[in-house]
């Protein structure tokens, strides 16, 4: 019993120390990222991204590499801007270069792993999305015309206004956001920060001491790349992950191929890309992205592998000041009712679900009973929405709705926006709106 209480305690101290060791840069990356959100006006990138030819794909690598989105959150943005007008060429670039890095994760990278992957890191998101873009421009040009675009954005003018931001500093500004940074941004990375921490902390148990397939370099680069694929996990979660790699003796190389591929590549954005713009954009997508991270790998591992080693073992061993075990303490808490509220939407979520299933099951002959219309005696329709992957989502459609007087409720798990009967047809005026911002409502039982 005490052996393993033992390896318990050992345990929470290793994702101690990986709090400790995030905690400060982590915080200051999301207040950056706020600042961001109120200062960068989002009309401003609609405009330059919406601009055929090879300079809009420039623009896209390049805005999307500070941006402070996550892998989940980028899709339903990347859609809203192709149906802005922005080509097939600059929404790969952006939805390439975006979710690799932020702001936030970029001042963590900075902290925990050093200059020199940082640097290769934010290298790598431009140059990624600059030739995922710029690949997809030439192999499928853009059949839009410009006056096709003009006519789509002039319909859905009311909808863009709501995007204006103020850029006066003031509390207002200030407050709206600490609100984006510790609210809504960290909501959305809080459940993969924690698993990442958790996979991280797990690795140093896992994987043994001295592994013998660690040695083959090639192997090494074989299982991240396949590990690396399919998970779904957003820039700032992958670095605990990365440095557990590190500490248990595999090279630099793999850990800047997981810290690249793992956030760019996720079963989900795949899903999607297939969807939207066909295999043959997917799978030059995942090749190219692959091959650069691949390639990078092999140059950090042959002309840097002494150095950053070096500096990886400096900030292992830093020692924690008392600042640095307070600003820890808070981020836990802030962190710790994030999950908290997670896991409380999620339970609520669940017996509401198996609640309406069995009231559906009682009235089987009903037929207002079907898996778009609930609670016929409280007057509800329960009408699915497709493109709402977080919690930025669903505050956006809720935005969209509240200012168009649709008393609604927008829930992210079950995807679905309650309202009450009365407001159906003010909803159906809303739903080309929504599906212009990347939204679809599912209206195909009440037409």
């Avoid at 623009?59 to 959150?73: D, Q, Y």
């Avoid at 190389?253 to 297939?274: D, Q, R």
């Avoid at 079950?414 to 929504?434: F, M, N, R, T, Y």
Wanted: aromatic content about 10%.
């Amino acid at each position: 019993m005490s052996e393993y209480l033992n390896i318990l305690i050992a345990y929470l101290a290793a994702v101690w120390r990986f709090v400790e060791a995030m905690a400060p840069y982590l915080t200051f990356g999301l207040f950056l990222a706020g600042v961001m959100h109120v200062f960068l006006p989002k009309s401003m990138i609609e405009r330059h991204l919406s601009k055929p030819g090879m300079g809009s794909v420039f623009k896209a690598s390049l805005i999307g590499v500070p941006m402070p989105l996550c892998s989940c959150s980028v899709i339903p943005v990347a859609q809203h801007l192709h149906n802005s007008g922005a080509s097939k060429g600059a929404t790969l670039s952006f939805v390439s270069s975006t979710p690799s890095t932020g702001v936030d994760s970029i001042t963590a990278l900075m902290g925990l792993m050093g200059p020199i992957y940082t640097l290769f890191k934010v290298i790598l998101s431009f140059v990624g999305g600059w030739t995922t873009g710029a690949l997809a421009t030439i192999i499928v040009p853009d059949s839009r015309k410009s006056s096709q675009l003009k006519s789509q954005e002039a319909t859905i003018t009311p909808v863009i206004t709501e995007l204006k931001w103020t850029e006066k500093l003031n509390f207002h500004t200030l407050k709206t956001s600490f609100e984006y940074a510790y609210m809504d941004l960290f909501k959305d990375i809080a459940k993969w920060l924690f698993i990442g921490t958790l996979l991280g902390a797990s690795l140093e148990f896992i994987i043994p001491e001295n592994w013998s397939l660690v040695e083959n370099i090639w192997l090494s680069y074989g299982i991240i790349v396949l590990i690396s694929l399919p998970l779904y996990v957003c820039a700032t979660g992958s670095i605990p992950i990365a440095l557990a790699l590190l500490a248990q003796g595999f090279s630099p190389g793999c850990a800047l191929l997981f810290l690249s591929l793992g956030p760019e590549t996720n079963s989900a954005t795949v899903s999607w890309l297939w969807g939207s713009f066909g295999a043959k954009l997917t799978s030059m997508y995942l090749i190219v992205l692959a091959g650069l991270s691949l390639g990078a790998a092999i140059i950090m591992d042959v002309f840097f592998r002494d150095l950053v080693v070096a500096q990886s073992m400096a900030h292992h061993h830093e020692e924690s000041s008392l600042v640095v075990t307070i600003i820890s303490v808070l981020f836990s808490l802030v962190w710790g009712f994030h999950l908290y509220r997670l896991l409380k939407s999620w339970i609520s979520k669940r017996m509401g679900k198996r609640q309406r299933s069995g009231s559906c099951s009682d009235a089987s002959n009903d037929s207002t009973c079907s898996s778009s219309i609930v609670g016929a005696n409280s007057g509800q329709l329960h009408i699915p929405i497709y493109g709402i992957t977080c919690g930025n989502c669903v505050q956006k459609v809720q935005s969209i709705l509240d200012k168009s007087g649709i008393k609604s409720t927008v829930n992210l798990e079950p995807s679905e926006v309650v309202i009450i009967a009365s407001d159906l047809e003010a909803l159906k005026l809303q739903a080309a709106g929504l599906q212009f911002q990347g939204y679809k409502l599912d209206l195909s039982e009440f037409k």
